[in-house]
């Protein structure tokens, strides 16, 4: 189980702040010099929402010492998440552009990463004694050590300790293919560090690619939800086989058609021997698919944080991460009562 008393500390989210730069897909951005900017990062949009609802939240990042980092932090201390362990460091604040409406695929989207703050991390840089002090839960995803093979190692060294200190570590095994450009694959690096991992989440289809579970290729083709049902608890059973640390696996299974509409999405919590699963959710239009998974991963956080039945975990983060998609922003600003208003049996 992964529930115990987490009261007495804070989850800290590991990982590289970003600047979201969206263009419209037309170019009126060139005629009207305006170019809408959101603040986010997979780790971010965790913090963001669990702070919003009560949870101590941290976050860990490393910014280059100016005033626009500086406005960065008073943005994020407004909205009660813990900056004290923010590392300044480097020079530049990582981008992406993202055509507005589009997933995060394609052409659509654009990275401007390199060399910034975070990507610069290297081992032995950081304390992380202190940065852990008073943290209960530890949070990571798969995006950290896609960045660089130094990111990587920097994961590594963060597990280590939070494992020493006996701190419940997730990931979120998200999956970017822009990124991965330095020489290695998912499969090369992820085992490693999911070995340290209690709650993993992402998909059967990131399972296969990051941690080598095999998907039954007619499962795949089938798009019966029955069928994607059985294929979690199967992958579920074989990650927490190849990984004894991990209590817990989570899957989510969002469709939509090609041009973003009539979404299908619901999700599978596989915890103490059994599958327990969400109701299915349906809409015919989105607002903006970023931070979906991200809400997603902090509802399952929020649940086991508050010591909910697996059930309500499950059905609490299915509900946070549906109605993400009708926010225009990275992270959530969805209360926990209108959450808890939205879920579907």
Same mark, same amino acid.
């Not at 992406?96 to 990275?111: E, R, S």
């Not at 690096?189 to 039954?216: F, H, K, S, T």
């Not at 909910?308 to 992270?331: C, G, I, M, R, W």
């Given at each position: 189980?992964?529930?115990?008393?987490?009261?007495?500390?804070?989850?800290?989210?590991?990982?590289?702040?970003?600047? %979201?730069?969206?263009?419209?897909?037309?170019?009126?951005?060139?005629?009207?010099?305006?170019?809408?900017?959101?603040?986010?990062? *997979?780790?971010?949009?965790?913090?963001?929402?669990?702070?919003?609802?009560?949870?101590?939240?941290?976050?860990? =990042?490393?910014?280059?010492?100016?005033?626009?980092?500086?406005?960065?932090?008073?943005?994020?201390?407004?909205?009660?998440?813990?900056?004290?362990?923010?590392?300044?460091?480097?020079? %530049?604040?990582?981008?992406?552009?993202?055509?507005?409406?589009?997933?995060?695929?394609?052409?659509?989207?654009?990275?401007?990463?390199?060399?910034?703050?975070?990507?610069?991390? =290297?081992?032995?840089?950081?304390?992380?004694?202190?940065?852990?002090?008073?943290?209960?839960?530890?949070?990571?995803?798969?995006?950290?050590?896609?960045?660089?093979?130094?990111?990587?190692?920097?994961?590594?060294?963060?597990?280590? *300790?939070?494992?020493?200190?006996?701190?419940? &570590?997730?990931?979120?095994?998200?999956?970017?293919?822009?990124?991965?450009?330095?020489?290695? !694959?998912? &499969?090369?690096?992820?085992?490693?560090?999911?070995?340290?991992?209690?709650?993993?989440?992402?998909?059967?289809?990131?399972?296969? %690619?990051?941690?080598?579970?095999?998907?039954?290729?007619?499962?795949?083709?089938?798009?019966?939800?029955?069928?994607?049902?059985?294929?979690?608890?199967?992958?579920?059973?074989?990650?927490?086989?190849?990984?004894?640390?991990?209590?817990?696996? *989570?899957?989510?299974? %969002?469709?939509?058609?090609?041009?973003?509409?009539? &979404?299908?999405?619901?999700?599978?919590?596989?915890?103490?021997?059994?599958?327990?699963?969400?109701?299915?959710?349906?809409?015919?239009?989105?607002?903006?698919?970023?931070?979906?998974?991200?809400?997603?991963?902090?509802?399952? &956080?929020?649940?086991?944080?508050?010591?909910?039945?697996? !059930?309500?975990?499950?059905?609490?983060?299915?509900?946070?991460?549906?109605?993400?998609?009708?926010?225009?922003?990275?992270?959530?600003?969805?209360?926990?009562?209108?959450?808890?208003?939205?879920?579907?049996?």
């Amino acid at each position: 189980m992964l529930n115990k008393d987490y009261s007495s500390g804070s989850v800290l989210n590991f990982g590289e702040l970003l600047l %979201r730069i969206t263009p419209d897909a037309t170019g009126e951005w060139l005629q009207e010099n305006s170019l809408p900017v959101f603040v986010g990062g *997979a780790e971010l949009n965790v913090a963001t929402a669990l702070a919003l609802w009560n949870v101590p939240s941290r976050y860990f =990042t490393a910014l280059p010492k100016n005033g626009m980092s500086d406005q960065l932090i008073s943005f994020l201390n407004e909205k009660s998440i813990d900056t004290s362990t923010i590392v300044y460091h480097g020079k %530049r604040v990582g981008l992406y552009f993202l055509t507005k409406g589009q997933d995060l695929k394609h052409d659509a989207l654009i990275y401007d990463r390199a060399h910034s703050a975070f990507a610069d991390l =290297t081992t032995g840089l950081i304390d992380w004694d202190k940065v852990l002090d008073g943290v209960t839960w530890f949070h990571f995803s798969a995006i950290c050590p896609a960045i660089s093979q130094n990111v990587a190692d920097v994961c590594k060294e963060a597990l280590e *300790a939070a494992s020493r200190k006996g701190i419940t &570590i997730s990931v979120d095994l998200n999956y970017r293919a822009k990124l991965w450009q330095y020489g290695k !694959q998912p &499969i090369d690096v992820m085992p490693e560090l999911a070995q340290y991992c209690d709650l993993i989440m992402g998909n059967i289809w990131a399972a296969e %690619r990051m941690l080598g579970v095999a998907v039954d290729e007619l499962v795949t083709e089938s798009g019966q939800k029955s069928l994607y049902v059985k294929e979690a608890q199967k992958s579920s059973e074989e990650i927490i086989k190849q990984f004894p640390k991990c209590k817990a696996v *989570a899957n989510t299974f %969002r469709f939509t058609t090609e041009d973003n509409t009539n &979404i299908d999405y619901y999700t599978v919590l596989y915890t103490d021997g059994k599958p327990h699963v969400s109701g299915e959710y349906f809409a015919e239009t989105i607002v903006d698919k970023v931070g979906s998974g991200d809400c997603y991963m902090a509802g399952l &956080i929020y649940g086991f944080y508050n010591n909910y039945e697996p !059930q309500e975990t499950v059905d609490f983060a299915t509900a946070a991460a549906f109605t993400k998609l009708f926010v225009n922003s990275d992270a959530t600003n969805r209360s926990v009562d209108f959450i808890q208003q939205a879920i579907i049996k």
